[in-house]
């Protein structure tokens, strides 16, 4: 099964990753992320095409598309999934949403495999900006227990904390008992770990999610009064 993965919460990531039979380890044929926050529409597309260049595949050769559905951004997040349905129109393949915190989850778990990390349960946060986090609650086989949710850090559950939002709030997590787990204080959600997890979920039977935003706020775009009502012309 050849998938690719396009995750735009915070930063533009997308990858091409591939099993040869359902459950096996997933194979990561290319990648590509950026490192800013703001180019997601400019780099996106020449990002897969090249992409799909590297890995000597084309868009016929893709069985299903993953893209993250959020929490992030309402401008980020339109851009990986209007990207992700687009190309699956063009293409004719299965478009499925997979929530971006799961790749954090996903990379929390192969480091805590590796490493005799013994966390029962743990906590992922990025940057939702106005001075909050979005974050999610995992156990430690990566069920998702509690959120998606945005709020300031003091909102948080105590225990450890992993990603880049952590780190921006490091003081105020341990001021509220939670500790931020240092070799993750910069990580964000990558479409590679998010493909993987996905991958995961579809290899023991399981199913993704609609490929419906989780924006959590309300669009800080409104229509100005005036125009409320007015008759149309």
Same mark, same amino acid.
């Given at each position: 099964?050849?998938?690719l @993965?396009?995750? $735009? ?24 992320? $950026? =490192? ?5 529409? =400019? ?14 595949s ?5 069985? @299903?598309?993953v893209v ?41 778990? +192969?480091?805590n ?7 029962h349960?743990f $906590?992922?946060?990025?940057?939702? !900006? ?6 999610? !609650? ?15 850090? =003091? ?5 450890? +904390? ?7 709030y490091a003081? !105020? ?14 990580r ?10 996905a ?12 490929? $419906?935003?989780l924006?959590?706020? =309300?669009?800080?775009?409104? +229509?100005?009064?005036q125009?409320?009502?007015?008759? @149309?012309?």
């Amino acid at each position: 099964m050849l998938i690719l @993965a396009i995750d $735009t919460s915070a930063t533009a990531s997308a990858a091409l990753l591939k099993t040869r039979s359902p459950g096996s380890a997933a194979q990561l044929l290319a990648s590509f992320h $950026t =490192e800013e926050t703001n180019t997601h529409s =400019e780099v996106l597309a020449p990002g897969i095409q090249g992409l799909l260049a590297e890995s000597g595949s084309s868009g016929g050769d893709i069985d @299903a598309i993953v893209v993250g559905v959020g929490p992030g951004p309402f401008t980020g997040l339109r851009v990986g999934i209007a990207t992700a349905r687009a190309l699956g129109f063009a293409w004719g393949t299965p478009v499925h949403g997979a929530v971006s915190l799961d790749a954090l989850a996903y990379d929390v778990m +192969v480091d805590n495999s590796s490493s005799s990390v013994d966390d029962h349960e743990f $906590t992922v946060a990025i940057d939702a !900006r106005r001075k909050e986090l979005y974050w999610a !609650r995992y156990a430690d086989d990566g069920t998702l227990l509690d959120g998606p949710h945005v709020g300031a850090a =003091e909102t948080l559950p105590s225990g450890p +904390v992993h990603g880049a939002g952590a780190g921006m709030y490091a003081d !105020r997590l341990d001021a509220a008992g939670a500790n931020v787990v240092e070799r993750f204080a910069d990580r964000q959600p990558s479409a590679a770990s998010l493909g993987a997890w996905a991958l995961r979920i579809l290899g023991a039977g399981g199913k993704l999610l609609p490929t $419906t935003p989780l924006y959590l706020r =309300e669009s800080d775009a409104k +229509v100005p009064a005036q125009m409320k009502g007015a008759p @149309a012309s």
